[in-house]
């Protein structure tokens, strides 16, 4: 199913699904899931450093990778090591609306399925266009329901400063990724966007969550470094060392949103896996009948509203649905996916 963004209409997924075998039988799966305009290699290159492994590897050649190939350290990681004990029952999930006015119908039907948060991507169309729109799309939320807005960055300061008017009174959750500097246009612009990312979070009560901005080598430090008071959209296929970096969000109370990378159920186990383990953030959310997590607080949904994402059900991860159980993580199936390429 393709997925249209501001960044172009993505129709087809590639990435490396890994599978190791211990002495004593122990199998176990990963998947290197690049996104190249991410920075984090090729296919091509991820399977030539697969060969360049050879047939075994230990802890030390799988935690060796070059930055460039942290996709595939990521699922050499997961492929080797033990899930990470859950702290939440139960995680919200985000429905995802097609971009344009195709989303207002989406809200009504998704709605009825019980999803109460809806991302939507903007920074597609026409300005205007779309801003006359958000006010349809809001009126057909359901009762607490609130919208995400992701504009992949497609946004200038002034575009930017529109919508977040615009959003200021409206339910909006937040806005992901307003503006973005491309790496071609060197250090001093990115330092530019960076600067205008933070003021924007400062002059506007619409909180403001960096996806794009926070893919790169050292990108969660620096913004860490830099005090961002918004959130930090994480895609776990596309970090490195996972636990390190999640680790040191969860020192810094930083509120995350998991999200999909768009890749397959064996990357997708792997990084809910990663989203049920993590704390929270220092939002008091709202608890859910029963608690949540440790402290009762309920995290931000997870934009894992995706599946079904490929043709061939075996790569999918759970049907969208409202809500996600940490059972049913254990219900995935990832060797019917390998199955599915052999
Ligand atoms: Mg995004």
Excluded at 318 to 333: F, K, M, N, V
Aim: aromatic fraction near 8%; glycine fraction near 12%.
């Amino acid at each position: 199913m393709p997925v249209r963004t501001a960044h172009g209409v993505w129709a087809e997924r590639d990435g490396v699904l890994v599978r190791l075998e211990d002495e004593t039988g122990r199998v176990g799966y990963g998947e290197a899931a690049p996104i190249p305009k991410f920075g984090a290699g090729t296919v091509d290159e991820i399977e030539a450093a697969c060969r360049e492994l050879g047939a075994s590897i230990d802890g030390a050649s799988a935690a060796a990778m070059p930055a460039n190939l942290r996709c595939l350290q990521n699922a050499l990681a997961a492929a080797r090591g033990t899930a990470p004990a859950a702290v939440h029952k139960y995680l919200g999930v985000a429905a995802l609306l097609p971009a344009g006015r195709p989303a207002i119908d989406q809200v009504k039907e998704k709605a009825e399925s019980g999803f109460r948060i809806f991302k939507w991507k903007v920074g597609v169309g026409d300005l205007a266009e779309e801003l006359g729109w958000l006010d349809d799309v809001c009126a057909v939320l359901p009762p607490e329901g609130k919208l995400r807005l992701d504009a992949n960055g497609a946004w200038d300061r002034r575009k930017a400063e529109r919508w977040l008017e615009r959003c200021a009174e409206r339910p909006v959750e937040f806005v992901e990724q307003p503006c973005l500097a491309k790496a071609a246009e060197g250090a001093a612009i990115g330092r530019r966007v960076d600067d205008m990312l933070l003021g924007l979070a400062a002059d506007y009560p619409t909180p403001i969550a960096l996806d794009e901005s926070v893919v790169g080598e050292g990108d969660i430090e620096r913004w860490l470094g830099a005090g961002w008071p918004g959130i930090f959209v994480v895609k776990p296929s596309l970090l490195g060392d996972v636990p390190a970096a999640l680790s040191r969000l969860a020192t810094a109370k930083a509120e995350l949103v998991f999200s999909s990378a768009l890749e397959t159920a064996v990357g997708a186990r792997a990084a809910l896996q990663a989203a049920f383990a993590y704390p929270g953030g220092r939002r008091p959310g709202a608890a859910l009948p029963g608690g949540n997590g440790p402290s009762g607080s309920l995290p931000r949904a997870l934009g894992f509203g995706v599946w079904p994402l490929f043709s061939d059900n075996r790569f999918n991860g759970p049907a969208a649905a409202p809500y996600l159980r940490s059972e049913d993580l254990a219900r995935i199936d990832v060797e019917a996916a390998w199955n599915a390429l052999s």
